[in-house]
């Protein structure tokens, strides 16, 4: 907790600095804008369907009555709003809400990141959140629109769990969902697939905890396989150890194709990074390349990626408009990839 109270502290003082740099600097503004301003909005999933932009991310609220914990217990949010637009930098769209916690049968608390994709004529929204049982699962839900309004199953997925889908299909039209994050997330909860309430996390020099993966079924509502944890590898080919906490998974992970190579990029939590690695196969194993975005205003750093009209884009979110690290809002920036195939490091305040 002290960890995140400092954490707090210096994202506010950095949210005024800029503020003010913003004032002063001949009205130029030096950082990317929120998408939007009327809602507080975060871990923005975007996705080009039919030519157009859609972002699917998670609302955030002010629960007021929500007690600041170590497990993010004040994210507290209860639907979602999905955002469009056609081009970047264009008039960006508030398409209302596409899904309510209430209208999930099996729902308890906290509807965090989500994720959506198309196949066959039909939208899937793809979600967390606990259940009665105050356990994370994750669940879909469908519609004709991408925008909704959203269906949800009636249960959750099959042998899911923890937090934060990510679904990407493959050209081949296969379908995976990556998922995993600890802390709050509970991913430590879960031991070969296998629920364990006391579960621990890792010691410094223990190997850190792996995200998952699972191929999806044809109708994109099951998995059609057992989860597997992703290899997440150093240059030496080593698996990172939790000490290792500035590289180690921790949330947030992203699977994209560029030129033939898988990239999973993922948030390293309480280091604020997102960084990224590179794969021959959706399943992995993947190496570890260096970092995507450097560290933003408020705690949190979670993103996604899209291709649209010939160039890289990322999204991501930071707390300018609140200073508060539960009231967040995205923003979108160019990315630009190395002769290499790597990544250049951006940093969003430059």
Known sequence: MKRIRISLALAAISCLSLSLFAQTNNGK???????????YTADPSAHVFNGKIYIYPSHDIDAKDVKEDDDGGHFAMRDYHVLSMDKIGGPVKDNGVALDIKDIPWAGRQLWAPDAAYK??????????????????????????????FKAEPQPMKGTYSIDPCVFQ????????YFGGIWGGQLQR??????????????PDEVAYLPRVARLS????????????????????????????????????WLHKYKGKYYLSYSTGDTHNLCYAIGDSPYGPFTY???????????????SIIEKDGKWYLFYHDTQ??????????????????PDGTIKTIDAYK
């Open 29 to 39: 503004n030096p950082i990317s804008q929120p998408l939007v301003s009327h809602i």
């Open 120 to 149: 066959n004529g039909t939208y899937y929204l793809y979600f967390p959140v606990k259940d009665k049982q105050d356990v994370f699962r994750l669940g879909v839900a469908t519609s004709k629109s991408p925008v909704g309004p």
């Open 170 to 177: 493959d050209t081949d039209g296969k379908a995976y969902i």
């Open 190 to 203: 879960w031991d070969n697939n296998q629920y364990d309430a006391k579960g621990a996390l890792k010691k």
């Open 218 to 253: 044809n109708d994109m509502k099951e998995l059609a396989e057992p989860v597997k944890a992703i290899q997440l590898l150093d240059e030496n080919g080593k698996l990172f150890t939790e000490k290792d906490n500035d590289k180690r998974f921790f949330e947030g992970s």
């Open 289 to 303: 390349k260096g970092v995507l975005l450097k560290p933003v205003m408020g705690w949190t750093n979670h993103h």
């Open 321 to 338: 408009l609140s200073g508060k690290t539960h009231l967040r809002n995205v923003k979108v920036t160019e990315l630009t990839y190395n």
